[in-house]
């Protein structure tokens, strides 16, 4: 433990090395100046072990080792009873505290976390003596250039966490697709509202991509215009948030179609321009083109799209084919279902100049 000057320890295991080694700047150099605020010294030598493993082991390692940290904290991170030696060490002002630091680090990004902590040790207002929750504040707000009290008063004043629902839904809209997100934070008192940044990871077929959303108050919606489909949404997949997660749903999912279809066009017969609905039970790549009589290929609708399970509308535009204008009469509106063996399914339609 860390002591005036000093660290000792009586036994040799890394992780302990390591905690205590930290103690030498996070405990002797600066001691909290009370025992409320006890966790200045505890969650710092706490993020130090998981900080050793992040450098010696790589971030998979980490990532485990911050898992392990994730107890059942029961209270806040400041200390509302000292009267007894038990309740101020309990795990809360080491692991929670620790995640805290961890959360810190997410919000300032790596650059600013890591001259935060310089700065704080080589303060002249609290090297070599006491500091303060308030004292930590104002170092990472000066070095970070960002208020940070939304996040530090929730952290250090309720127990528990957040605990996110979120329901999702994606709908066709202009060239791409509208997703809709509502988040919310469930936790019951004495747990209270955690304003939080939390990173979306989106997934589709072909590729991953990672937003960051900032909830501020308890239920939000947040929307976001997509050039493609996307089939399953992830919160907090780099694990930068001490959560609950429970639920992630897709909203609607009990009204999507029981079957690949496509619906007579409307107006029919049309003069230059008619719709068709197609529904897809499951997300699929798709072709779709309008056919003469004779099977020659009049215009292409969809070339290989992956689209996501719902209803889609597919305009067909006569009038946009300048340089062909068809003729009057029939042709077959054809859909390919590539990802069913190339599935095909065909809708007559009446052209009337
Ligand atoms: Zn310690």
Redesign the pocket.
């Known amino acids: 433990?860390?002591h005036q000057t000093v660290s000792s320890q009586g036994a040799f295991g890394l992780m302990l090395t390591v905690?205590?080694l930290a103690?030498q700047w996070f405990?002797d150099k600066i001691s909290p100046v009370s025992w409320t605020e006890i966790w200045l010294?505890?969650g710092f030598?706490s993020y130090s072990e998981a900080l050793y493993f992040e450098a010696t082991r790589g971030v998979d390692y980490f990532r485990q080792y911050m898992t392990w940290m994730d107890r059942d904290f029961d209270y806040a991170i400041l200390v509302d009873d000292t009267s007894h030696v038990g309740r101020i060490f309990d795990n809360t002002v080491?692991d929670k505290a620790g995640w805290f630091l961890h959360m810190l680090r997410g919000i300032v990004g790596d650059d600013h976390f890591f001259s935060i902590l310089q700065s704080y040790l080589e303060d002249p207002r609290f090297a070599y003596g006491s500091a303060t929750t308030d004292g930590f504040r104002s170092v990472c707000e000066s070095v970070s250039g960002r208020d940070l009290q939304w996040f530090f008063d929730p952290w250090m004043h309720y127990p528990g966490r957040p605990n996110y629902r979120a329901q999702w839904d994606l709908n066709p809209e202009g060239n791409g697709y509208l997703l809709n997100l509502s988040l919310q934070q469930i936790q019951q008192a004495p747990s209270t509202f955690f304003p939080m940044p939390l990173d979306i990871r989106l997934h589709s077929d072909v590729w991953d991509s990672t937003i960051t959303v900032f909830q501020e108050a308890p239920e939000q919606n947040f929307s976001l215009r997509l050039s493609r489909p996307v089939t399953e949404i992830s919160l907090d997949p780099d694990l930068k948030v001490l959560k609950h997660i429970d639920a992630v749903t897709r909203s609607g999912g009990d009204d999507l179609p029981s079957s690949f279809r496509l619906s007579p066009n409307f107006p029919n017969p049309f003069n230059g321009r008619t719709r068709v609905s197609l529904d897809l039970p499951e997300t699929s790549r798709i072709s779709a083109a309008v056919h003469s009589v004779s099977g020659s290929e009049v215009m292409e609708i969809l070339m290989q799209q992956t689209l996501p399970a719902g209803r889609h509308l597919l305009d067909i535009d006569f009038d946009r084919n300048t340089q062909r204008a068809p003729s009057s009469g029939l042709y077959f509106l054809k859909v390919l279902v590539h990802s069913r063996d190339n599935m095909s399914l065909t809708e007559k339609i009446l052209y009337l100049k």
Request: glycine letters at 10%.
């Open positions: 433990m860390e905690h205590e103690h405990g010294n505890e030598a080491y």
